[in-house]
């Protein structure tokens, strides 16, 4: 995300291990150890001229390629457990468990948000369970005990029923639909700061796809 300019400062700093304080006349020398993550493509950024290739390979001494959380199911249930934990000592409750179908949707869920998603899934489902375990109907993107649903951000939008015409067919199913990618839009913004792009990513979408999903809903864009 760094302007090319501040990609060549960072190399300075990466490589002579010395930085100019502000209206400094000498640079101090620093004793650190840089880690650097992203969710982008560096090398192929620097293939573009979009990132500088000498900065890639400079902080690439040691690349761990983390994958993500719907790539890695078999940690869905142990994080969800910690974060339960960690949630319940914030809040001053009682253990919690999982039930095994809130178990079951957290496990079928696309994680568009990754760790961060879970992490306030589980945030919210403690704010809104007073016994101690924690049911599908707790989790936000259960709408039924029975039905999990997947919104396909990509997909193409179906005819919408009249406004106000709940009995048309599928009007319930298709606000459900609504809301729900409603919610994943205003979340993925959220861990996002606003960032469309970045928000964009989260979901699995184009930039332009997210911004004609932020006027059907009539959201304001962030940077606006």
Sequence with gaps: ELPMPLQAKMLRAVEAQEVFRVGALRPVAIDVRFVAATNRDLRSLAGEGRFRSDLFYRLGAAILDVPPLRDRRDEIEPLALAF????????????????????????????????RELRNVIDRAVLLCDAGTIEIAHLPFAASPSVIPVVPMDAAASPSPPRG?????????????????????????????????RAATQLGISRQTLLRRLDKHGLIRPRK
Excluded: C, F, K, M
Aim: aromatic letters at 4%.
């Design 165 to 197: 015409d709940a009995s048309a067919p599928g009007a319930g199913l298709r606000a459900s639909v609504d809301a729900e990618e409603l919610r994943q839009i205003r979340e993925a913004l959220a861990n996002a700061g606003g960032n469309q792009t």
């Design 84 to 115: 339960l934990e960690r949630a319940r000592q914030t809040y001053g409750r009682d253990a919690y468990v999982l039930s095994p179908e809130a178990r079951d949707a957290l496990l079928a869920h696309p994680w568009p948000g990754n760790v």
